[in-house]
């Protein structure tokens, strides 16, 4: 289904969850310029809020996320407090400014927490900053989810849910540290149905170790049986040096570059002849979902946590290393849990690293937005002619179309799509950071 050019993915690119990204942030951007854009806020804004937990019952070895054991009350309890502190302050510095439309509590795994205290939590979002109205998400592990859980989500109207799968393959669970029967999955999926959640997504990964084109055919057959909303099939990014806990997965065991670029592509075409349309380039949705539908209609969006459907160019994280984008800035809390705690508690915004975005960045963001969640890119004939070198290896062999003023993905050129929206970023040849590969 799709021509596979080794030379063209060999160099790891950013997911780009955002531009710049945050292997551009520095602690020249901080508290300040937080502050600075938190009050610059227009009175009718929308606003979207991502509300971090930092914490997981247990930990997974694979993972990537900023995260670590929910084994001592204390330390969880003093978060929470901590999180407290921070909506108080932000409520301050909005001044009754802007409009919350959603929020989005990920982690770690937000049921890591007391399913009261998440209760508890929400009461003070809302309160603290109208946002009584806002759609609510939220990511669960399947293996926390306590039963008074489900009552609670009913309750407080949450609507859309995301679980992480991974995969179904048993031999798999045990090698990456995140061990869940199918049982388990099934039972929450029929819980969370029934307490309201309307967009049910799953998140599965390919290039997991030993993992054979049986084990992912396998995990696809049972996530279209369950039929979530959305799917989300990521490639596993392993990068020891960055994350110590993924030294327990064996190296040795994981496939190649070519095995999961075909696993890549076998999801693909296994998943869109179950009926679910492709959005972006490892996302798929069923038709009714409103991400399927924003594809659709070009109102497709990438943030920091993946493709969406929220229209919001500003975004408040809370929480330790949560994100805050502005359009002109993007800010990132202080990522350690306990400095985070004294940040906050000496009545200080977390900020602590972050990026302005001038112009240049900002036209360079809209393509690779574009390009990532449309599949073409629109820009002058000026800024086109810089960049038609670096794409003249995927024009070459049939992967894009460049015109005058625009670029296109063409359907084989699907798996390249990070790759080609490198070529538009203008920190990738200097910059030290360490990135996954594009497939």
């Given amino acids: 289904m799709w021509p596979y050019h080794p030379d063209l993915l060999e160099r790891p690119v950013p997911r780009y969850t955002s531009y710049p990204t945050a292997a551009e942030f520095s602690d020249m951007v901080g508290a300040a310029a937080q502050a600075e854009a938190l009050e610059a806020i227009p009175q009718d804004a929308d606003v979207s809020l ?33 999180l407290d502190d921070e909506i108080h302050l932000v409520s301050r510095h909005l001044g009754g400014r802007g409009r919350i439309r959603r929020i989005a509590f990920g982690g770690g ?41 489900f009552g609670v989500l009913r309750d407080a109207r949450v609507t859309r849910a995301s679980l992480g799968i991974q995969t179904c393959a048993p031999h ?19 819980r969370l149905r029934a307490a309201g959640i309307e967009s049910l997504n799953f998140d599965l990964m390919y290039g997991l170790p030993h993992q054979q084109p049986a084990d992912l055919d396998a995990t696809l057959v049972e996530a279209v049986r369950l039929a979530p909303d959305r799917i989300a099939l990521f490639g596993y990014a392993h990068l020891p040096a960055l994350l110590p806990r993924q030294r327990r997965i064996n190296a040795d065991a994981l496939p190649g570059h070519r095995q999961r670029f075909e696993q890549a592509a076998h999801g ?20 009714r979902d409103p991400m399927a539908v924003a594809a659709l209609q070009g109102r497709l969006h990438r943030n920091f946590q993946g493709f969406t459907d929220d229209p919001s160019e500003i975004l408040i994280g809370l929480g330790a290393s949560a994100i805050s984008q502005f359009p002109g800035l993007i800010v990132q809390n202080e990522k350690m849990a306990g400095r985070y705690r004294m940040l906050v508690g000496a009545d200080q915004l977390a900020g602590r690293r972050g990026v302005e975005r001038p112009e240049d960045d900002r036209w360079r ?6 390009l990532l969640c449309q599949g073409e890119a629109r820009m002058s004939q000026a800024r086109m002619s810089r960049a038609r070198h ?45 990135f996954s590969h594009a497939v």
């Fill in 268 to 287: 693909h075409r296994m998943l869109t002849g179950a009926g679910y349309r492709p959005v972006g380039f490892d996302h798929f949705a069923l038709p």
């Fill in 390 to 434: 670096a794409l003249a290896p995927f024009a070459d062999r049939g992967l894009i179309l460049c015109g005058p003023t625009s670029v296109r993905l063409l359907p084989a050129g699907l798996p390249y799509a990070r790759a080609v929206a490198s070529c538009f970023d203008r920190y990738r040849s200097c910059s030290t950071g360490q």
């Fill in 365 to 370: 963001g809209r393509v690779i937005e574009q």
């Fill in 50 to 82: 991502y509300v971090h937990i930092p914490y997981c019952r247990e930990i997974c070895w694979y993972c990537g996320c900023n995260t670590g054991a929910a084994n001592r009350g204390g330390r969880v309890s003093a978060y929470l407090e901590a």
């Fill in 109 to 149: 795994s937000p049921n890591a927490i007391a399913p009261l205290a998440f209760v508890r939590l929400l009461d003070r979002i809302v309160t603290e900053l109208d946002a009584g109205g806002a759609e609510i998400s939220i990511e669960l592990d399947p293996r926390s989810l306590d039963d008074c859980w």
């Fill in 172 to 190: 798999i669970q045990q090698a990456i540290g995140r061990v869940q029967p199918l049982a388990m999955i099934e039972d929450a999926v029929v």
